[in-house]
């Protein structure tokens, strides 16, 4: 039986602490000759204050080299942070065409679940650091508001559209939110500072005290009993002297309408609806029959501006195209179809007489899905027209 040379691959996580390696790694390590491209890195200094040598890489890292290193024996390569993907790869496809060595990918270390949010603070770190970015540096609380209040509308913008891609990008937006006003109060002196580790634990803590059915003996039948639940916890740690207290009084109209509604509903008061005659009184009023209803106005609402917005557009291209016809020459078909855009455009204008009632209509019954443009690019269409800025 032909003996096999061993070539061995120690890779570990740069997110983790030097040093913490899995026991089948440090065995490798103690198995024979030890090489790293770079034995000054963190790890390899670990590694080597516990007694075991790192060698510098044979011929500048040149797997073959490497491969001679174990002739008739084992050799262990400790890979640097990134895993040596390119020596990696290259000794791979050389073990794979000799017949008398082996190799083996031992994994020191891995990334646990949520690892690389490690990556988030240290991009953080460097941007505010000084050699930085200008921009960043600049920054405070009061001037990345906006910013949130963007990215939060374009989040609830891909929910809507139900696009997990443009999901996926906005809520990394966000999380740049959280992570650079957390940097931000990691600045200041004490007692104010706190960092992102503060914000985490507050909010596992809060998590834990709020499911006692999870974290606790608490018992629960459904949902609903969890709901309740957690309003009973909610206000025995608040101690408020207003059921209002804690209600955003910046977020839009509809949305405030509803919420003091429902925190007065869930006290037991009843209140009437502001008697009057003005928009804001009927406005507040149709909000309640909403809440009553268990329809979330703001949602509503939006649906219906959303189904105005396409309506438009489909107006729009049936009156651009009954132009271009137009320049052409008419013909049978096209004054058929300009008839079509000028019923479309007078939709459109009796939805707006009408209200939204009268949009949800046109969405809802006379609405050409190809007219309207769906499966284009929304925002960027809207940004076009006057939108918020562009941001992420």
């Known amino acids: ?31 024979g000759p030890v090489h790293a491209l770079d034995p000054a890195n963190a790890q390899a200094e670990a590694v080597q204050a516990t007694g075991i040598e790192i060698r510098p890489a044979p011929a500048g890292g040149d797997p073959a080299a490497f491969r001679e290193v174990a002739r008739h024996g084992t050799a262990v390569w400790l890979a640097g942070p990134d895993g040596d993907p390119g020596f990696t790869a290259a000794l791979t496809e050389l073990v794979a065409a000799d017949q008398e060595a082996e190799l083996e990918i031992v994994a020191g270390s891995w990334d646990p679940p ?68 957390s940097r931000l109060a990691e600045e200041r002196p004490e007692p104010q500072r706190w ?24 018992a629960v039948t459904g949902a609903a009993e969890v709901a309740a639940n957690w309003e009973e916890i909610k206000a025995a740690e608040k101690r408020r ?23 007065a509903q869930k006290a037991g008061l009843d209140i009437a609806s502001p008697v009057a005659d003005d928009v804001g009184a009927r406005l507040f009023a149709l909000t309640g029959e ?59 204008k009796g939805a707006a007489a009408a209200g939204l009632e009268g949009a949800a209509a046109v ?5 050409d899905p190809v007219a309207a443009g769906e499966g284009t690019e929304p925002v960027e269409e809207f940004r076009a027209g006057g939108g918020a800025p562009a941001g992420g």
């Not at 096999?4 to 390696?21: A, E, K, M, Q």
């Not at 937006?173 to 992570?179: E, F, S």
């Not at 969405?363 to 609405?367: D, K, L, T, V, Y």
């Open 1 to 31: 039986m032909v003996a096999v040379d061993r070539l061995l691959v120690v890779t570990w996580s740069p997110r983790l602490p030097v040093g913490v390696l899995s026991w089948p790694a440090w065995a490798a390590l103690r198995s």
């Open 114 to 181: 949520g690892a690389r949010l490690l990556d988030v603070v240290a991009v953080m770190d460097r941007l505010r650091s000084p050699g930085g970015c200008p921009w960043d540096a600049e920054q405070t609380h009061q001037t990345l508001a906006p910013y949130l209040l963007e990215e939060s509308y374009e989040l609830l913008e891909a929910i809507e559209e139900d696009d997990l891609t443009h999901l996926r990008e906005e809520l990394g937006d966000v999380l740049l939110q959280v992570a650079f006003h």
């Open 195 to 218: 960092s992102i580790d503060d914000v985490a634990a507050d909010l596992v803590a809060k998590l834990v005290r709020r499911h006692p059915h999870v974290f606790a003996e608490r």
């Open 241 to 263: 002297g207003s059921v209002t207290d804690g209600v955003p009084l910046g977020q839009p109209a509809l949305a405030l309408a509803a919420k003091l509604q429902r925190r």
């Open 290 to 348: 909403a809440v009553a209803a268990g329809v979330e106005p703001e949602a509503a609402l939006r649906a219906t501006a959303r189904a105005y917005r396409d309506a438009v557009r489909a107006a729009e291209e049936a009156q651009a195209g009954q132009g271009d016809r137009s320049a052409e020459g008419a013909s049978p078909a096209g004054g058929a179809e300009a008839g079509a855009g000028g019923a479309a455009a007078a939709r459109v």
């Open 363 to 367: 969405a809802g019954a006379e609405r």
